[in-house]
């Protein structure tokens, strides 16, 4: 073979025309292994495919044609299946001698020494192999072995289009199409919801992997160079807001492999051998993951997560596959599965068509999942073996009710009985909705307030839909995650405002920004060089926000423009410590002073609340309250940092539990002082608007809670049906039980006095 560029490239042309030709698939792949076999000078060429699970021999040229659809491989049985179940090749002089080899008489092989494999991948997973052999033992030289390499993705595109790969092959790449599934998951954001799968990051499907013109597929691979340098020189120009940082690092990792001429010169040599801009990119990283799996150097490995990365950007480009599937817009009602994904992504996606999240991953109180409930879309997380099962518009019914599944491309029957479910939902509903202008009042005669959480200006309709009390938490951060850079002062009053004018005489609670953590702002890049191990315990929210004063600052002025002749309610998130809460007020009298002192209209009032988040600010509370008008408890954070267990980990998304004692107990301790002091003690966690935590949470003492606006109807319906002073004995002897299942202990309650739990 003169060289694997042209050996290459003279098995593609002629392969072109057997791509192009109408015959069946089978006569392809004889045309196949006959031209691979002549151009490589090979006495063997066979295609094995995997079909139910096995790789069945499909066609050979040199092996006794008797064998075709009779010999048969598991994976990881014999030479070939051991190719496909490592996604690797093999080149033996001897093939006897690789403890593997296993010998198939029906197929003649005995005469033939060496042997070289090569995977036929798919999805970076193997669909077939195509393996030659010869008399002599001999060792392939690497030309020979690209060659096969090319074949190999050309064969992947016939395979597939010719549907030759069957259902449990498939399984690997693209689900049974016809077959009704159903995958359970954990239960984040309920609701129901019914739409087509689309994937947040759709996967680039090459179509076509033999070029019709070489020179135009360079051309299209030197544009898509060219763009992908610009989009990341742009996406380094915005970072420079703080410079510095790992952030910086990982940059200029993009920036070197984006301008790395080994790369662009390697998939410059597959388009030399015929292969289509895509299929040589794709190949390029195909022989870089084949690579990788054999150095075993973490370092090294995150580089190619990064290079991986960018080549998926580059195949991107090429093939106008671009961005997210937010970017594309939906096209009709959408069930979007991702892995995970940050609440800045998931609002990027159309509220009218966005209807339900499947996520891989996920956990209760991750950001994004309070976002998905602000925005009322379900959320199934930690869904696994997603992509295997949903295939990208598969028809999906989401119901994370009490149980929580989707099913992918359900029968009538199943279709149905969700239907039927669906609107017995809707009526219970309703009877909530009707609940709008009865008052949260116990049986025994004790108010509660009832308010929501917000953050969007949306959100703010809930207000009216709910029949709540206010506003008890605004989370302002929302609008920094939702916008591209910072958002300017202007733009922050103006919200703040639509939502003062919105909300009438129902108070507003707004939090400072609590960015950090899971709520990384992409134009904020932090100015300390260390990478954060643990940003929920990190430099967010409070703490960022008295280091960099200029951001509080803007947002102080916002808020004390957009309350000019109100009262403006105003908390601070993640105290820690009194002197923070003591410094965050001081700035905003500091900013309402310079205010006063050009004559600006003020608000009426200022009345300064503090979040109770970290554990520590318990054991100061004689000192803070006296300085106080509020007092608010993120149970959110604050239980994962009681528990030492990260709210966003998954792992952990069941393991503690909001009604365990321990919690419980220190929400007693915490209530006891504010209560003594007269100050408002409110609890703003999702735990608040669960029917069941919200009533130990009544039983404790504390009520006030701030909750996402579905929630308020169950919430009403189960404090109307509560004796609060019964209810609060019995707490009190639970607390000093405190019985290991508290949650059964509860609920036991519950049932035999009848409070209505949704
Ligand atoms: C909390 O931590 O409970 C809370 C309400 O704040 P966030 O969920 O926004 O961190
Ligand atoms: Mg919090």
């Given at each position: 073979?003169?060289?694997?560029?042209?050996?290459?490239?003279?098995?593609?042309?002629?392969?072109?025309?057997?791509?192009?030709?109408?015959?069946?698939?089978?006569?392809?792949?004889?045309?196949?292994?006959?031209?691979?076999?002549?151009?490589?000078?090979?006495e063997v060429c066979s295609i094995y495919l995997l079909r139910e699970g096995v790789l069945e021999l499909y066609a050979t040229r040199g092996l006794s044609q008797e064998a075709v659809h009779v010999t048969k491989l598991a994976l990881g049985e014999g030479l070939v299946g051991t190719i496909a179940e490592f996604?690797?090749?093999?080149?033996?002089?001897?093939?006897?001698?690789?403890?593997?080899?296993?010998?198939?008489?029906?197929?003649?092989?005995?005469?033939f020494h060496s042997f070289a494999g090569v995977p036929i991948i798919r999805r970076e997973r193997a669909v077939g192999v195509l393996a030659i052999q010869h008399v002599d033992q001999r060792r392939y030289d690497d030309v020979e072995i690209e060659a096969l390499q090319t074949v190999a993705m050309v064969l992947s595109e016939l395979i597939a289009n010719a549907d030759l790969v069957d259902a449990s092959a498939a399984?690997?790449?693209?689900?049974?199409s016809t077959a009704a599934a159903r995958i359970p998951g954990l239960k984040l954001v309920e609701g129901m919801a019914s739409g087509c799968a689309v994937y947040h990051q759709p996967r680039v499907t090459i179509e076509h992997t033999v070029a019709e013109d070489t020179e135009a597929e360079r051309h299209r691979v030197y544009a898509a160079f060219d763009k992908m340098r610009e989009q990341i020189e742009r996406i380094a120009s915005q970072a420079e807001f703080?410079?510095?940082?790992?952030?910086?690092?990982?940059?200029?990792?993009?920036?070197?492999?984006?301008?790395?001429?080994?790369w662009s010169r390697r998939i410059n040599e597959a388009i030399d051998s015929g292969l289509t801009a895509e299929a040589a990119i794709e190949r390029v990283q195909q022989r870089t993951r084949a690579r990788m799996r054999q150095i075993d150097d973490p370092l090294l490995a995150d580089r190619m997560h990064d290079l991986e990365d960018l080549s998926n950007r580059l195949l991107r480009i090429v093939s106008g596959q671009m961005g997210t599937a937010a970017q594309g817009g939906l096209k009709q009602d959408t069930i979007l599965i991702a892995r995970n994904l940050g609440p800045a992504e998931l609002l990027e996606y159309d509220r009218r068509r966005l209807k339900g999240v499947i996520l891989e991953e996920g956990s209760l109180t991750a950001h994004v999942t309070i976002v998905a409930r602000a925005m009322g879309v379900p959320v199934l997380g930690r869904v696994k073996g997603v992509r295997r099962a949903i295939a990208e518009g598969d028809m999906l019914l989401l119901d994370v009710t009490a149980e929580a599944n989707v099913f992918a491309r359900p029968s009538p029957a199943i279709e149905e009985a969700f239907e039927t479910k669906l609107q017995m939902r809707q009526k219970r509903r309703a009877a909530f909705a009707a609940l709008k202008n009865e008052l949260p009042v116990t049986k025994d005669g004790h108010r509660v307030t009832v308010m929501v959480n917000a953050g969007l200006r949306d959100d703010v309709a809930a207000l009216d839909v709910t029949g709540a009390d206010g506003i008890g938490l605004f989370r302002t951060e929302f609008q920094f995650l939702v916008s591209a850079t910072l958002p300017a002062k202007a733009q922050q009053q103006r919200l703040y405002k639509d939502v003062l004018d919105a909300a009438g005489d129902r108070p507003v609670i707004f939090r400072t920004v609590d960015i950090g953590g899971d709520k990384a702002l992409p134009y904020l890049v932090k100015d300390d060089a260390e990478e954060e191990e643990n940003p929920a315990m990190g430099w967010r929210a409070l703490r960022l926000a008295l280091d960099r004063d200029g951001l509080m600052k803007v947002q102080a002025r916002a808020l004390l423009e957009a309350s000019a002749g109100r009262t403006l309610n105003v908390m601070f998130p993640m105290v820690s410590e009194p002197w923070e809460y003591d410094e965050a007020r001081a700035l905003f009298e500091t900013q309402r002073e310079w205010m006063r002192g050009r004559g600006k209209k003020l608000p009426v009032e200022i009345r300064y609340g503090a979040m109770l988040e970290v554990p520590a600010l318990a054991e100061m509370l004689d000192l803070l309250l006296p300085k106080l008008d509020f007092l608010s408890i993120g149970t959110n954070d604050l239980t994962q940092f009681l528990f030492a267990a990260?709210?966003?980990?998954?792992?952990?998304?069941?393991?503690?539990?909001?009604?365990?004692?321990?919690?419980?107990?220190?929400l007693a301790r915490v209530q006891a002082p504010v209560a003594a002091a007269g100050k408002p003690l409110a609890v703003c966690g999702e735990m608040g608007g669960r029917p069941l935590e919200a009533m130990a949470l009544i039983g404790l003492g504390i009520d006030r809670l701030s909750i996402t606006p579905a929630a308020v109807g169950p919430i009403k319906a189960m404090v109307r049906s509560l004796n609060r002073a019964a209810l609060m004995t019995k707490m009190q002897a639970l607390l000093i039980e405190s019985p290991r299942d508290m949650r059964g202990a509860l609920s036991a309650w519950a049932a035999e006095n009848g409070v209505e739990l949704a």
């Open positions: 073979m003169p060289s694997a560029v042209a050996s290459a490239r003279e098995i593609l042309v002629r392969l072109h025309d057997v791509m192009a030709s109408r015959t069946a698939a089978q006569a392809k792949l004889n045309a196949v292994v006959n031209i691979v076999g002549e151009a490589i000078n090979s996604v690797e090749v093999l080149n033996l002089d001897e093939a006897t001698s690789h403890p593997n080899f296993v010998h198939n008489p029906e197929t003649g092989e005995e005469r399984a690997s790449m693209r689900p049974q703080g410079g510095g940082g790992e952030h910086e690092e990982v940059l200029e990792t993009y920036k070197m492999f984006a301008y790395d001429e080994g990260d709210r966003a980990n998954p792992k952990l998304a069941e393991r503690y539990d909001w009604l365990s004692p321990a919690i419980l107990r220190f």
